[in-house]
T-cell receptor
Framework: QKEVEQNSGPLSVPEGAIASLNCTYSDRGSQSFFWYRQYSGKSPELIMSIYSNGDKEDGRFTAQLNKASQYVSLLIRDSQPSDSATYLCAVNGDNTDKLIFGTGTRLQVFP | GAGVSQSPRYKVAKRGQDVALRCDPISGHVSLFWYQQALGQGPEFLTYFQNEAQLDKSGLPSDRFFAERPEGSVSTLKIQRTQQEDSAVYLC???????????????FGPGTRLLVL
């Protein structure tokens, strides 16, 4: 079992819809969780970080964390074609600074 | 301010050749990380420095891979006797320590795309 799991997609949503991206992780001691966006041929760019259970909102983005279920998600409201990219879930382990990444979910927003 | 920079952006090497990849972190960032990203995969951890100290090199795939950060700023990832399976994008990231700001975000450079023929 991979340490961080994501559905590879593609997830296709129409413009203006809500895109829901999900991630599960295996290390119960994980403390820090990140969503990065990666356009084709570019490097990962931070979208959201979340450290405690519950929701965290930033503009059109909401990250949700449930440590009991070892689950973290990213909601994108009012999806735009410019949101089309691969979304990487990353997790810090307990007492480690390195990031463990999932394989990423490819999101396609069509007009 | 300036972000993380990496050079070269692209490198083509013949199998067996040695290569050196450079990373300039964000000024003042104590922590520096190297990741390897194969096509269609997420980045995979290679090694981590805090200042000049290499605290974790558990992700280096073989003894052909070597990284250094002698003055606690610029870092070099060296791959000796390159093999075709080394072809990937090599990403460098830097961060402030969480104890300083509570923010553990790692900021990524543009990457070096290595192709071994």
């Amino acid at each position: 079992q991979k340490e961080v799991e994501q559905n590879s997609g593609p997830l296709s949503v129409p413009e203006g819809a809500i895109a829901s991206l999900n991630c599960t992780y295996s290390d119960r001691g994980s403390q820090s969780f990140f969503w990065y966006r990666q356009y084709s041929g570019k490097s990962p760019e931070l979208i959201m970080s979340i450290y405690s259970n519950g929701d965290k909102e930033d503009g059109r983005f909401t990250a949700q964390l449930n440590k009991a279920s070892q689950y973290v998600s990213l909601l994108i409201r009012d999806s735009q074609p410019s949101d089309s990219a691969t979304y990487l879930c990353a997790v810090n382990g307990d007492n480690t600074d390195k990031l463990i990444f999932g394989t990423g979910t490819r999101l396609q927003v069509f007009p | 301010g300036a972000g993380v920079s990496q050079s070269p952006r692209y490198k083509v090497a013949k199998r067996g050749q040695d290569v050196a990849l450079r990373c300039d972190p964000i000024s003042g960032h104590v922590s520096l990380f190297w990741y390897q990203q194969a096509l269609g995969q997420g980045p995979e951890f290679l090694t981590y420095f805090q200042n000049e100290a290499q605290l974790d090199k558990s992700g280096l795939p073989s003894d052909r891979f070597f990284a250094e950060r002698p003055e606690g700023s610029v870092s070099t990832l060296k791959i000796q006797r390159t093999q075709q399976e080394d072809s990937a994008v090599y990403l460098c990231a830097s961060s402030l320590p969480a104890t300083a700001t509570g923010d553990e975000t790692q900021y990524f450079g543009p990457g070096t795309r290595l192709l071994v023929l």
